[in-house]
Nanobody, 125 residues
Framework: HLVESGGGLAQPGGSLRLSCAASGVSTGLDYYGVAWFRQAPGKEREPLGCRSATTGGVTIEDSVRDRFTISREFPKKTIDLQMNSLEPDDTGVYYC??????????????????WGKGTLVTVSF
């Protein structure tokens, strides 16, 4: 299953780095397409971006493109979401989701096979 980590409290303007790991998989997420989502209090789940397993390419939603990045971390075998210039509206539960050899073509609709339980990010003074 998937496990998110790295959430917590950050001040506006600060940064956090979230990691998504595959528990019990020796190769980690190497062959999985991985997407990140978030859900703010009282709002619907929002897609943030996705890393394709077929091309290695990364897609980031326009709403966060200038502040968030997704990367594959080789030593840790994780797919990380780096969040910079955090704003109070970034507060929410952040989820990663994955599917085997997924190309991210439809990730905005969800529908991936594996989901983590989420990690809470709070942006506040």
């Amino acid at each position: 299953h998937l496990v998110e980590s790295g959430g917590g409290l950050a001040q506006p303007g600060g940064s956090l780095r979230l990691s998504c790991a595959a528990s019990g998989v020796s190769t980690g997420l190497d062959y999985y397409g991985v997407a990140w989502f978030r859900q703010a209090p009282g709002k619907e789940r929002e897609p943030l971006g996705c890393r394709s397993a077929t091309t290695g390419g990364v897609t980031i939603e326009d709403s966060v493109r200038d502040r968030f990045t997704i990367s594959r971390e080789f030593p840790k075998k994780t797919i990380d979401l780096q969040m910079n210039s955090l704003e109070p509206d970034d507060t929410g539960v952040y989820y990663c989701a994955a599917a085997w050899y997924y190309d991210c073509s439809t990730y905005q609709r969800g529908g991936l096979d594996y989901w983590g339980k989420g990690t809470l990010v709070t942006v506040s003074f």
